[in-house]
């Protein structure tokens, strides 16, 4: 089903309309313990008894722990909101990151581009898949600067902020999903102590190429 991604001057969620734009860095900071939590009960559906255990068998994981964008505003929430354009209330499957046209957007794990081209609302649109059924997408750029197939590493840059598809402004609509369903990506854009220990116990240092899933 296509997800509209909402713009970035659109109708906040209740708590942002209440202080205005948030501040990205508190935001993380104040979500480390919730992405910890996360991280470790995802883990262990990965080191389930039941199911191959990704340390040593299956593609490399890169788990998303960085901004995508650098000096930018949190301006939409992830979860229920009233939707700008559409003016229905619907679920938000991301966040909505302000920034000027031209910012430059950075993967936030390495992985391998699955599609970078022109996607229903969500305009000049790249995935990319980091292992384990991971993926995080970015929506509304003004450029593309990765084709599909391309290997990235966390911190590459693979476009430019832009209001492309239905936005209303320049910003980046990023998501994160596991298992094809979208999570609340704000836990994931902190690197956590447990995402950490994570990479040590791949010896990837977070780094580690990660294949398509």
Known sequence: ?????????????????????????KVTAENAGEADEQFT?????????????????????????RMPLEDTRLTSDYGMRTHPVLGRRMGHKGVDLA??????????????????????????FVSIEHGARIQTRYAHMSRIAVADGAR???????????????????????????????????PYMVESSAQQAFALAISEGGQGGADEN
């Open 41 to 65: 009960e995802l883990f262990a559906k990965w080191e389930n008894p039941g199911q191959a255990s990704l340390l040593t068998a299956g593609p490399k994981v890169s788990v998303p722990s």
């Open 1 to 25: 089903m296509s997800i509209a991604a909402a713009p970035a001057h659109a109708e906040t969620n209740a708590a942002a309309a209440a202080v205005g734009a948030i501040d990205v860095s």
């Open 152 to 186: 990235v590493k966390k911190g590459d840059i693979i476009g430019y902020v832009g209001s492309t598809g239905r936005s209303t402004g320049p910003h980046l609509h990023y998501e994160v999903r596991i298992d094809g369903n979208a999570v609340n990506p704000v």
């Open 99 to 124: 920034a000027p046209t031209g910012t430059p957007i950075y993967a936030t794990a390495d992985g391998v581009v699955s599609k970078a081209e022109k996607f229903s609302s969500y305009g000049n």
